[in-house]
């Protein structure tokens, strides 16, 4: 499994950006989320979204700012609007070939991407 996270960069607080990730060597069945880790800080559950079921599942304090997706070729992505400055941090994409009820937790996970940078400026 091979996991390649991008789109990150540097926006405005208020802006938006679309992070992708490029995900092979598994089958739809895995499945797929984001997690983001700010300096100094314990990475963070941010959304995820089931495989087979493709329900989605979102930290609470973002739900409606985030939205997270999937298409047909495996590439996962997450909208992330009205940006704001507490949102910066390295974003990761992460599988799992089965879901957990406790896929919030980093440790359920042991496939990840490099990380994307996400810095919002006020």
């Known amino acids: 499994v091979q996991l390649q996270a991008s789109g990150g960069g540097l926006v405005q607080a208020g802006g938006s950006l679309r992070l992708s990730c490029a995900a092979s060597?598994?089958?739809?069945?895995?499945?797929l989320g984001w997690f983001r880790q700010a300096p100094g800080k314990e990475r963070e559950f941010v959304a995820a979204?089931?495989?087979?079921?493709?329900?989605k599942y979102y930290l609470p304090s973002l739900k409606g700012r985030f939205t997270i997706s999937r298409d047909n070729s495996n590439t996962l992505y997450l909208q992330m609007n009205s940006l704001k400055p507490e949102d910066t941090a390295v974003y990761y994409c992460?599988?799992?070939?089965?879901?957990?009820?406790?896929?919030?937790?980093?440790?359920?996970?042991?496939?990840w991407g490099q990380g994307t940078q996400v810095t919002v400026s006020s």
């Open positions: 979204v089931r495989g087979g079921t493709s329900s």
């Open positions: 992460t599988a799992r070939p089965v879901w957990t009820t406790a896929y919030y937790n980093p440790g359920q996970y042991n496939r």
């Open positions: 060597g598994l089958l739809r069945s895995y499945s």
